[in-house]
């Protein structure tokens, strides 16, 4: 009975977690809203009563938290209201989100408040190292994965930065090209690099 109990509770606390797993919009998809609303642009003030890089009014830029003016915040502070927005409604307030065919994904509405490091990704999908140029599979060592592994941990693991494709790196390589239509071949190439930077979280 005590073992029954124990399977149960094992199996509920990994349905929570998993639950949990965050699937926030890609870098890219937000570089695209960005372009759409603002050229990019987070200082832009057009006088219009819309404000920095995703263009919020003054009430839902308070609605997440944000002081101030939003045009005036840093890049990582407008990021950050942002996905705390998109968390909260989803792509719902960007009337550019529906012009650009962008959908919702299981974090969206759930009202779950971001980090900052969580947030972190959005405004960098351009500022990350190039593929090195070689596809690396289980056992190789290069200072290259050393680069990946360490960026892996924005997205919850916790690499040490060994350089060494071993186990560890073979389940977060796989789980990354699976959450991002990648073919799940274990293989750390060019799509799956690009991924680490610019993908959607795996689930």
């Given at each position: 009975?005590?073992?029954?109990?124990?399977?149960?509770?094992?199996?509920?606390?990994?349905?929570?977690?998993?639950g949990?797993a965050?699937a926030?919009?890609?870098?890219?998809?937000?570089?695209r809203?960005?372009m759409?609303?603002?050229?990019d642009?987070?200082?832009?003030d057009?006088?219009?009563?819309?404000?920095g890089?995703?263009?919020?009014?003054?009430?839902?830029?308070?609605?997440?938290?944000?002081?101030?003016?939003?045009?005036?915040?840093?890049?990582?502070?407008?990021?950050?209201?942002?996905?705390?927005l998109?968390?909260?409604?989803?792509?719902?307030?960007?009337?550019?989100a529906?012009?650009?065919?962008?959908?919702d994904?299981?974090?969206?509405?759930?009202k779950?408040?971001?980090?900052?490091?969580?947030?972190?990704?959005?405004?960098?999908?351009l500022?990350?190292?190039?593929?090195?140029g070689?596809?690396?599979?289980?056992?190789?060592?290069?200072?290259?994965?050393?680069?990946w592994?360490?960026?892996?941990?924005?997205?919850?693991?916790?690499?040490?930065?060994?350089?060494?494709?071993?186990?560890?790196?073979?389940?977060?390589?796989l789980?990354?090209?699976?959450?991002?239509?990648?073919?799940?071949?274990?293989?750390?190439?060019?799509?799956?690099?690009?991924?680490?930077?610019?993908?959607?979280?795996?689930?």
């Amino acid at each position: 009975m005590f073992f029954l109990r124990l399977l149960a509770l094992v199996v509920l606390l990994g349905v929570t977690w998993s639950g949990a797993a965050s699937a926030d919009p890609s870098a890219t998809d937000w570089q695209r809203l960005r372009m759409c609303e603002s050229t990019d642009r987070y200082e832009t003030d057009t006088g219009n009563g819309y404000y920095g890089a995703y263009q919020f009014d003054l009430p839902t830029w308070r609605s997440v938290g944000g002081v101030g003016l939003p045009h005036q915040a840093s890049k990582a502070e407008q990021d950050f209201r942002a996905l705390y927005l998109y968390r909260m409604r989803g792509w719902q307030p960007w009337e550019c989100a529906g012009k650009l065919g962008l959908r919702d994904d299981r974090d969206a509405g759930t009202k779950r408040r971001p980090s900052y490091a969580e947030s972190a990704y959005i405004g960098n999908q351009l500022a990350f190292p190039p593929w090195p140029g070689k596809v690396f599979d289980y056992g190789d060592c290069d200072p290259a994965l050393r680069t990946w592994q360490l960026r892996m941990n924005t997205f919850g693991y916790s690499f040490q930065g060994s350089g060494c494709y071993f186990a560890e790196t073979k389940e977060a390589v796989l789980a990354l090209q699976r959450a991002n239509g990648i073919k799940d071949s274990g293989l750390l190439g060019p799509k799956t690099w690009d991924a680490a930077w610019t993908g959607k979280r795996p689930g």
